[in-house]
């Protein structure tokens, strides 16, 4: 049994998988990892080891962490199952080249596109032939309600919502159709952009918006808002297999 964790900037995602299955996932806020945890592994005592990645390595949370259970951080020195293509692979975030990695080992032989909608939007693109190319960043939902709101005078903050309206009616209904409407045309338009160069590909949305914006895309998506867990949890399996020294 493998216990999984992504940490962000103020919280957590960590889940457990058994035999290549999801058993439970959470979430929870950095300073709560350590009860969180504990809490898990009460649940799950044959948790053999903890994987995952975070954004920075000076946590107390990481630390108590590692001085009470095995735990196996990714690393860009490690061996990942691409050919990274970044021209800056030193500025690249490690939980786009976990993603990256989870395209290649969940559709082999498969050019894949994974757009990851969390506080930003990542887009990241691996070829058949398992080359990363890179892809795009641009604000998140969320980013775009609370910069409207923290950057002008009388914008109110407002909770996502899609309209179906063309023009809007009210600021509210402005703000709404602004936000939504303009990330769904980036998103097919960027689409639109690579399959001129590369043909059709699968298309992975994730993140915490992915099933907020699944239904509104015109393009064919596979919308799993637990693939960067489940990347975590495959980039391990592969790394062991390929004999990666910890």
């Keep these: 049994m493998i216990a999984v964790i992504d940490i962000g900037n103020t919280r957590a995602k960590l889940a457990v998988f ?13 300073i709560d990892i350590p009860k969180k945890v504990l809490e898990i592994f009460k649940k799950h005592p044959n948790i053999s ?6 954004v ?9 962490l590692n001085n009470h259970y095995p735990t196996h951080w990714f ?20 939980d ?12 082999p032989e498969q050019a894949v596109l994974v757009i990851d909608m969390g506080t930003c939007i990542t887009f990241d ?3 058949a032939e398992r080359n990363y190319h890179g892809g795009a960043i ?21 909770s996502p919502q899609f309209s179906e309206s063309v023009f809007g009616k009210t600021t509210e209904q402005s703000m709404h159709i602004g936000v939504t409407t303009a990330i769904c045309s980036e998103i097919d338009s960027y689409v639109d952009r690579i399959q001129k160069v590369y043909g059709n590909f699968t298309i992975i949305l994730t993140g915490g918006d992915a099933v907020f914006f699944a239904k509104k895309l015109k393009s064919a998506i596979f919308a799993n808002s637990n693939f960067l867990l489940e990347s975590l949890y495959h980039l391990y399996l592969y790394q062991i297999s390929n004999d990666q020294s910890f």
């Design 138 to 158: 641009a604000p998140g939902m969320q980013m775009r309600y609370q910069t409207m709101h923290e950057k002008t005078a009388k914008l109110p903050l407002l």
């Design 18 to 30: 058994h035999q290549n299955s999801l058993l439970e996932q959470w979430q929870c806020h950095v």
């Design 49 to 54: 080891i903890w994987v995952g990645s975070q």
């Design 125 to 127: 693109f691996v070829d």
């Design 96 to 107: 786009r080249m976990v993603l990256a990695s989870g395209a290649v080992l969940s559709y």
């Design 56 to 64: 920075s390595n000076n946590e107390p949370e990481i630390a108590w």
């Design 75 to 94: 690393e860009r020195e490690q061996k990942f199952p691409f050919t990274n293509l970044y021209q800056t692979p030193e500025t690249l975030g490690l």
